[in-house]
């Protein structure tokens, strides 16, 4: 499609368009361009890291800004602290007590959620495949060493994480400056398409701490001290930002 | 917590996509203070700037492929995001930006600028020699549409210039303190 520019045309306007001083016309002309055309995009490109270091830092962010935006994290899926949960959980019973606190959230807000995941779930799977492989953060060997390394460290205490039946029983240690391994290598590997997912319950509220895989070994997470308990969850990959399914095992932090 | 205090930008972004909020906790403390800086400087108000603070960082959270590593900085990118979603907000207000329009001319007319916005004095002396090779007139056409939110149609009007010149100062100003930074070795820090 012609955007009714030239490509010089369009050139003489990225240098505006890189600050967003365009007006509206004339921006939408370089959006149609710049897919068609890799060295104006590098030039965009280049400009805003100029422009980055013409922004300073100034103060730290205002305090209590970080809480509000955690805290929408939380909003946008039906998650419940670990402890809700748990008290729901009859031992052995997983559906019925899905189908209660399924209840408990109301469908409306769980189909919303619903559409939430499926939607960031597609975007994110294509992503991962992508990222897997520039990743580098979940290097076994290294992990393993990691974790042996905080088991020794003074002051360091070690989780035991059972489910309510005893058929998954693992470990995590927690060191004196808040970092935290899961033991997983005990954990069966899934089917393909499968992943375990690793939970902190905060006291109130339950976040991901970090997707494990389908056959993970050691998973690093961080035990802030508002870090109550670690709870692990199986699901359909590329996992959920809130899960209705039965906890697998779980353990509580030394306070 | 050190795994992630150690993780390059691009792996914290690769563990946001994960699901890992404390990833996303370490990539706001790292460049949250200059999203908001900037946030607040094109806005002049705190709680406008707060909510940008706090739309930037929930896009990467939901979004974050839209963040290419190959293409640029973390920084970079959350500050064009956060100067987007500013210049959006001033130019939805009309009486706002007559504001802006009223106290970016006093504060050109007090010989303000963009020397004293450096963010990191690691860096901080390059860009000032990038700056100071600037020609006057393509620093302040640049400082007015980046710093001042104006686009550059209002900056020609506010330097009685006329608007295809600075449009193309701009880009030259751009251009000169990019070359100017990548000689010393500064402005690609993917």
Known sequence: MSTGYRHDQVEELLGAYALDALEAAEHAFVEAHLPTCARCRAEVEEFREVAALLAHTGAPAPPGLWDRIAASLEGEAPGGALADKLSMLPMGSGERSRQTWRNRMGAAVLAAAAVVIVVLGVQLADQDRRLDEMAGLLERDALERAYQAAETSPGAEVIQLASFDGAVTTRAVVTDDGEGYLWAADLPALDEGRTYQLWGDMGDRLISLGLMGRDPEVVPFAASEALVAVAITQEEEPGVVATDQPILAHGLLPQ | ?190
């Open chain 2, 1 to 190: 917590m050190s795994e992630l205090s150690q993780a390059s930008d691009a792996n914290l972004v690769v563990a946001i996509a994960r699901w890992r909020q404390d990833a996303l906790a370490e990539a706001y403390r790292r460049h949250a203070g200059a999203v908001f800086a900037l946030a607040r400087r094109l806005l002049a108000d705190q709680t406008l700037a707060e909510e940008v603070v706090q739309e930037v960082f929930l896009r990467i959270w939901d979004a974050p492929e839209k963040f290419d590593p190959d293409r640029g900085s973390l920084r970079s990118y959350l500050l064009a995001q956060c100067h987007g979603r500013s210049v959006d907000l001033i130019r939805s207000e009309q009486s706002r930006r007559d504001r802006e329009l009223k106290e970016h001319r006093q504060r050109a007319e007090a010989g303000y600028d963009i020397e004293h916005e450096v963010w990191d004095l690691a860096v901080a002396d390059h860009v000032r020699e990038a700056i100071a090779e600037l020609p006057f007139e393509e620093r302040k056409a640049i400082e007015l549409a980046y710093l001042g939110g104006h686009t550059y149609r209002e900056v020609a009007s506010l330097l009685g210039q006329p608007e295809g010149t600075v449009k193309s100062r701009i880009r030259a100003g751009l251009r000169r303190m990019r070359g100017a930074l990548a000689d010393a070795g500064v402005g690609n820090t993917t």
